[in-house]
């Protein structure tokens, strides 16, 4: 009988030494984790997190200075939701500055209209989803300090930049409130990561980069009203089940990044690609990314 027994379990796979105990259950395998493949993306750079633990799902030069695009934009709204005192539903006049910065830019837009009141509530959408650069000249000057338009965009990424280092983001600075940058708008998968976390916890930022689509009543310079209407750029969200944001960005130095972030049976996974080669490809790297994660 002995001998039959050590038969099956040979063929099984597991191995039998001489007055080994059988006890009863079900055969012991590995875990799938301890044998799940890490994924290989474009992306220069890459970094994907456990959003509740913090725990580091997958790295690939997580620590490298890259250039960021709009996903800056991340941080010019996590300043503004920082702001004490605020009121996402005052008015903020649009000045033909920031028509002006688009078009000399070249710049993604919200296409939003001089002389119409718009929400800072709205702005943030206006930010987030056609990753307008125009609602984030907007924000800067009416958050940042100073008598000149000049000196409160100066300083509202002053406070870009001392956030990033309460966050301690090590390896990430910001020259613009966009993400065009002059020579030093860089940081890290691993520290835009991060970032996004952070930014996750305020109600209004996940609200608003979960959304895919937005239809917006601002008032005209007359008082009378128009609807807006953005479109999110993250084709992460309606495609990918459990995407939950977070932002895209692209530029000549940047190429293309995704910061992304999905829940699925109570788990969030969050976390950065840099660098990939095309629209399509950065979103396939993240993809590629969070299979892995939900897995591991």
């Known amino acids: 009988m002995k001998t039959d ?35 290989t993306i474009v992306a220069k750079g890459g970094f994907m997190m456990n959003n509740g633990t913090g725990k580091t799902l997958f790295a690939k030069a997580a620590d490298r200075r890259l250039p960021t695009g709009s996903t800056t ?21 649009i000045q033909k500055a920031y028509s002006d910065y688009i078009v000399s830019k070249t710049a993604s837009s919200a296409r939003l209209i001089v002389g119409d009141k718009v929400t800072v509530r709205q702005l ?57 940058g002059i020579t030093s708008n860089y940081s890290t998968p691993r520290d835009l990561t991060r970032l996004a976390s952070n930014a996750m916890k305020y109600p209004t930022f996940r609200t608003v980069v979960k959304t895919k689509s937005t239809k917006q ?10 609807y807006m209407s953005w479109t999110n750029t ?25 910061v992304y972030a999905a829940t699925r049976g109570g788990r969030t996974v969050i976390g950065t690609v840099l660098a990939s080669s095309s629209q399509a490809q950065r979103a396939t790297d ?8 939900f897995k591991k």
């Open 5 to 39: 027994i050590e038969a099956v379990l040979r063929v099984t796979g597991v191995a039998v030494t001489a007055g080994a105990v059988l006890t009863a259950g079900p055969l012991s395998t590995p875990a799938q984790a301890d044998t799940l493949k890490a994924p």
């Open 73 to 93: 934009k991340i941080m010019t709204a996590r300043v503004v939701l920082a702001e004490k005192n605020l009121n996402l539903d005052a008015k903020v006049t």
């Open 124 to 180: 943030l959408y206006g930010l987030m989803l056609p990753s307008g650069c125009d609602a984030a000249y907007a924000l800067a000057d009416k958050f940042g300090s100073g008598s000149t338009r000049a000196k409160r965009v100066k300083s509202f990424i002053g406070k870009m930049n001392a956030t990033a280092r309460s966050l301690g983001l090590k390896n990430t600075h910001f020259d613009s409130f966009d993400g065009i």
């Open 217 to 226: 009543k601002v008032t005209t310079r007359n008082n009378g009203y128009r």
């Open 234 to 258: 993250n084709t992460l969200l309606g495609t990918y089940s459990g995407a939950i944001g977070v932002k895209t960005g692209s530029g000549p130095e940047a190429k293309y990044c995704l």
């Open 286 to 293: 993240a993809k590629k990314l969070m299979d892995y994660g």
